[in-house]
């Protein structure tokens, strides 16, 4: 078969316009409370639903997955928290997430993460056996039934490929308390006592998207339970010096080996060491939280530190609240396609421009 110049520069062309108009795309579904705004105070309902409209833009213009996430969005009364999110799962054999991940392999820190998830078809982890201590012990080092599978957001799986981008089954629901003061304007900074409404969104969207952990059972439960314990994606690179010494002392059978640790997030001043790391370890990059019930900071969080992350898990007032490289980091491994640069595009574009100039240099014809 002979390809013509045409032909390449067709195809070039389609590459680039597909990289260009991938998109993640929003479908909400506003909640009742909501709705009824539209009649009895229309502009705060424009607030509002403006709000989850320019958070979800925000998401679109950092990743560029072909599909689209349907979430349910409504104002509840109440002060417990700024807001909650309800994330719809679907269960996968960990054998076929490292697959689908396999598959969808884009990027660098993509290929670095990949080297480093398990060999092994079940997930292994260690825990501290109750909340206020500091010793780890390795709670499943075999495959079973229950570490054998695990729990992957819908939306996440979408990302994945493991469900068809445009399926319309819902992926979770927010909401969002209308007992805090909120500042809906962003372009101006965030004013002091007012809470980042936009931001506030971006991390709940971030949640339905796949920021969590099975160390929320574990929290939950008070009790480390493997029959209670249903790993997330985002676990896999949940790593810790304990992990890493156990996972070594195994020569490299069961590595990586995920750290569960919950409670206290300090014992004896031995601060908890639960870091996200998507090189086995080598880089320790954000401080995971170990679980709000029996420690500090729900463990589907980071660490909230002096630096403030999307997904930190406090939100304080007066603080615009947006994405960090460690944010990206996390998506982007579990299978969120980063937006490229556009000196990613120029050097493309560059690329495929000097290969077009060689062909008519050699001015022959490819056979395949």
């Given at each position: 078969?002979?390809?013509?110049?045409?032909?390449?520069?067709i195809?070039?062309?389609?590459?680039?316009?597909?990289l260009?108009?991938?998109?993640?795309?929003f479908?909400?579904?506003?909640?009742?409370?909501?709705?009824?705004?539209?009649?009895t105070?229309p502009?705060l309902?424009?607030?509002?639903?403006?709000?989850i409209?320019?958070a979800?833009n925000?998401w679109?213009?950092?990743?560029n997955?072909?599909?689209t996430?349907?979430?349910?969005?409504?104002?509840?009364?109440?002060?417990?928290?700024?807001?909650?999110?309800y994330?719809?799962?679907?269960?996968?054999?960990?054998?076929?997430?490292?697959?689908?991940?396999?598959q969808?392999?884009?990027?660098?820190r993509?290929a670095?993460?990949?080297?480093?998830?398990?060999?092994q078809?079940?997930f292994?982890?260690?825990?501290?056996?109750?909340?206020?201590?500091?010793?780890?012990g390795?709670v499943?080092?075999?495959v079973t039934?229950?570490n054998?599978?695990?729990?992957?957001?819908?939306?996440?799986?979408?990302?994945?490929?493991?469900l068809a981008?445009?399926?319309?089954?819902?992926?979770?629901?927010?909401?969002?308390?209308?007992?805090?003061?909120w500042?809906f304007?962003?372009?101006?900074?965030?004013?002091?006592?007012?809470?980042d409404i936009v931001?506030?969104?971006?991390?709940?969207?971030?949640?339905?998207?796949?920021?969590?952990?099975?160390v929320?059972n574990?929290?939950?439960?008070?009790?480390?339970d493997p029959?209670?314990?249903?790993?997330?994606?985002?676990?896999f690179?949940?790593?810790?010096?304990?992990?890493?010494?156990l996972?070594?002392s195994?020569s490299?059978?069961?590595?990586?080996?995920?750290?569960f640790?919950?409670g206290?997030p300090?014992?004896?001043n031995?601060?908890?060491?639960?870091?996200?790391?998507y090189?086995?370890?080598?880089?320790?990059?954000?401080?995971?939280?170990?679980g709000?019930?029996?420690?500090?900071?729900?463990?589907?969080?980071?660490f909230?530190?002096?630096?403030?992350?999307?997904?930190?898990?406090?939100?304080?007032?007066?603080v615009?609240?947006?994405?960090?490289?460690?944010?990206?980091?996390a998506?982007?491994?579990?299978?969120?396609?980063?937006v490229?640069?556009?000196?990613?595009?120029?050097l493309l574009?560059?690329?495929?421009?000097?290969?077009?100039?060689?062909w008519?240099?050699r001015?022959?014809?490819?056979?395949?």
């Amino acid at each position: 078969m002979t390809i013509s110049k045409s032909t390449i520069l067709i195809g070039a062309s389609l590459l680039l316009t597909n990289l260009a108009h991938a998109e993640l795309n929003f479908n909400f579904q506003y909640g009742s409370n909501l709705t009824a705004l539209q009649s009895t105070d229309p502009a705060l309902y424009a607030k509002y639903t403006g709000a989850i409209q320019e958070a979800a833009n925000n998401w679109s213009a950092q990743f560029n997955d072909s599909m689209t996430v349907n979430l349910s969005y409504d104002i509840k009364p109440g002060t417990s928290s700024l807001a909650s999110t309800y994330t719809n799962y679907t269960t996968a054999a960990t054998t076929n997430v490292r697959y689908w991940m396999q598959q969808d392999e884009t990027s660098e820190r993509d290929a670095i993460a990949l080297q480093n998830l398990p060999i092994q078809a079940g997930f292994m982890f260690t825990s501290n056996l109750n909340g206020n201590s500091a010793v780890r012990g390795p709670v499943n080092m075999g495959v079973t039934a229950i570490n054998s599978s695990m729990l992957v957001s819908r939306a996440n799986a979408k990302a994945l490929g493991m469900l068809a981008g445009d399926d319309a089954a819902s992926d979770g629901r927010m909401d969002v308390s209308t007992g805090f003061d909120w500042d809906f304007d962003r372009s101006d900074g965030i004013q002091p006592g007012l809470y980042d409404i936009v931001g506030t969104l971006m991390h709940e969207i971030g949640h339905a998207l796949g920021f969590l952990s099975g160390v929320v059972n574990v929290d939950s439960a008070g009790v480390v339970d493997p029959s209670k314990i249903w790993a997330r994606p985002l676990d896999f690179f949940r790593q810790s010096l304990a992990s890493m010494a156990l996972a070594q002392s195994t020569s490299g059978v069961f590595k990586p080996v995920a750290d569960f640790a919950w409670g206290n997030p300090v014992v004896n001043n031995i601060q908890r060491d639960v870091f996200f790391s998507y090189d086995g370890g080598a880089t320790q990059l954000a401080q995971f939280a170990v679980g709000p019930i029996h420690g500090l900071g729900s463990a589907d969080h980071w660490f909230t530190s002096s630096e403030v992350r999307l997904m930190n898990s406090n939100l304080a007032a007066g603080v615009l609240t947006n994405f960090t490289p460690d944010d990206i980091a996390a998506f982007d491994v579990i299978g969120f396609d980063v937006v490229p640069e556009p000196a990613h595009f120029a050097l493309l574009a560059g690329g495929l421009a000097l290969g077009l100039m060689a062909w008519r240099r050699r001015r022959t014809n490819l056979i395949v």
